[in-house]
């Protein structure tokens, strides 16, 4: 089982910049890759970015340029960079670990809402 636990959002103004913090447990060796989802009111989840397990980084073209996912290894936390943001980036915001056997595990969430 991998456990995550997240925090780092909040309200912003336009152009503002957040970092959100993703502390993961448990069988973190299993992990295949981390990805950072968000979902805004009566819209379905969106995969925002992910990084693999070898370090490989991939984002939705919205967020290119103005998002950056890393991770600490020591820390077993992954990172979402997030600059330059807009209110169309109001959302609850959730990292996912995809681990051995095809499973997903969720952190709690965290609003971020950026206002114009």
């Known amino acids: 089982q991998v456990q995550l636990v997240e925090s780092g959002g909040g309200l912003v103004q336009a152009g503002g910049s957040l970092r959100l913090s993703c502390a993961a447990s448990g069988s973190i060796f299993s992990i295949n890759f981390m990805g950072w989802y968000r979902q805004a009111p009566g819209k379905q989840r969106e995969l925002v970015a992910v990084?693999?397990?070898?370090?490989?980084?991939n984002y939705v073209d919205s967020v290119k340029g103005r998002f950056t996912v890393s991770r600490d290894n020591a820390k077993n936390t992954t990172y979402l960079q997030m600059n330059n943001l807009k209110p169309e980036d109001t959302a609850v915001y959730y990292c996912?670990?995809?681990?051995?056997?095809?499973?997903?595990?969720w952190g709690q969430g965290t609003q971020v809402t950026v206002s114009s």
């Open positions: 996912g670990a995809d681990w051995r056997g095809g499973n997903r595990s």
């Open positions: 990084i693999t397990s070898g370090g490989s980084t």
